[in-house]
């Protein structure tokens, strides 16, 4: 069974950078592709960015990350961290990590149909 758990959320003003991670196990990490989302107040969840099981496959979504998050891989805490610098009250959000399988994915949530963490609060203000 693949678990995921989000960790790093907070408060923090404009401008200044949060660490999230998504901790799992050994193997989900070497078997799945990691994908990490937000979901605003009133916003239908987005993706943000996700790296693929192998690690030779990163994807941002421009739109949302604009040069500022770096996603990452650390297999030997089994984590993949999403880290954010610069940031902006659209920000603000709840954010997922989420796991699919197999080799042909887009990051976009309907792709990671399979498992989902419970999220962590990300809040940008001043």
């Known amino acids: 069974q693949v678990q995921l758990t989000e960790y790093g959320g907070g408060s923090v003003q404009p401008g200044g950078s949060l660490r999230l991670s998504c901790a799992t196990s050994?193997?989900?990490?070497?078997?799945?592709?990691i994908g990490w989302f937000r979901q605003a107040p009133g916003k239908e969840r987005e993706g943000v960015s996700c790296i693929s099981r192998d690690g030779n496959r990163v994807d941002y979504i421009d739109a949302v990350v604009k040069g500022r998050f770096t996603i990452s891989r650390d297999n030997a805490a089994s984590t993949v961290n999403l880290q954010m610098n610069n940031l902006k009250p659209e920000d603000t959000g709840v954010y997922y990590c989420?796991?699919?399988?197999?080799?042909?994915?887009?990051?976009?949530?309907?792709?990671?149909?399979?498992?989902w963490g419970q999220g962590t609060l990300v809040t940008v203000s001043s």
């Open positions: 050994a193997a989900t990490l070497r078997n799945y592709n």
């Open positions: 989420a796991a699919v399988s197999g080799e042909t994915y887009q990051c976009r949530p309907r792709w990671f149909d399979e498992t």
